[in-house]
């Protein structure tokens, strides 16, 4: 798989509603409505922008977690079901970390 054009995480929300890495402005999300008011809308909009990068590599996981259980069921090795086990928890880490981060929760 080739390396992704995207700028790598982690990414995080500044309170001017900025995305990006600490160095590298990513996306503006205006977390404000038309009265100037910060909207729970726009700031769960900015969180979930952030976790993108965490998202893609969830992503690349739960492919690879499909491969090794395809490779498993093709021919019941130990080995395979091993690299199949280890696969689905690397999958669980990474999506239960990006939900967390896209929900504020970290």
Same mark, same amino acid.
Do not use: T
């Given at each position: 798989m080739s390396k992704p054009e995207f700028t790598p995480g982690p990414w995080i929300v500044r309170s001017s509603g900025e995305v990006g890495t600490t160095d590298e402005l990513t996306a503006v999300v205006f977390p404000v409505d038309d009265t100037g008011e910060k909207t729970p809308a726009a700031e769960a909009n900015a969180r979930l922008i952030a976790a993108a990068?965490?998202?893609?590599e969830a992503l690349v996981a739960g492919v690879a977690m499909r491969e090794a259980q395809a490779a498993y069921f093709l021919d019941r090795s130990r080995e395979n079901l091993i690299a199949s086990k280890e696969a689905e =928890? +690397?999958?669980?880490? @990474?999506? =239960? +970390?990006?939900?967390? @981060?896209a929900r504020g929760e970290r």
């Open positions: 990068p965490e998202m893609y =928890r +690397a999958f669980d880490k @990474l999506a =239960r +970390a990006a939900l967390a @981060l």
